[in-house]
């Protein structure tokens, strides 16, 4: 399978990005993870010269300080261009009927339910990626 260049993965939980950046890499993903506890740090990171620019972001729903939804309104002052190069899917642990509401009208690819395994990676590589893991 041909490696995704880059994954951000946004998650104010630093265990929960430990555990997804091994899964990751463990699965022969991508080689190149970048890590943000928070929105704004992701949107910092995104605003700035990038070694790579992340085909894939993995962003938490529900963060202290900017969460997944206030990233999402702002990341959609980025430029366009900068928005396409980009699959962003949401990661939760359980949603609210608002905020499902509220996710439906954002740019996102997906909505996936925590923890990440290899099914469910597995499933987004196929989905937005047409690739499939090593083995499969």
């Known amino acids: 399978m041909e490696k995704l260049p880059c994954i951000l993965l946004v998650d104010d939980d630093d265990t929960t ?9 463990k699965l022969k993903v991508t080689d190149q993870v970048q890590v943000a ?12 010269p990038l070694p790579c620019v992340p085909t894939l972001l993995l962003l938490d729903v529900a963060m202290p300080g900017m969460g997944g939804i206030a990233f999402l309104e702002a990341y959609l002052r980025l430029p ?22 509220r996710i439906n009208e954002l740019p996102i690819a997906g909505l996936v339910s925590k923890p990440l395994n290899r099914e469910k990676i597995s499933t987004l590589l196929q989905l937005h990626f047409q690739r499939q893991l090593p083995g499969e």
């Not at 990005?17 to 890499?25: A, R, S």
């Not at 506890?37 to 995104?46: D, F, I, M, R, V």
């Open 37 to 48: 506890a928070s929105g704004e740090e992701a949107l910092t990171l995104l605003t700035q």
């Open 17 to 25: 990005n430990f555990l997804n950046e091994h899964l990751l890499k």
């Open 80 to 101: 366009q261009a900068q928005q396409e190069a980009t699959v962003i899917v949401m990661l939760t642990t359980s949603m609210d009927s608002q905020d499902l509401g």
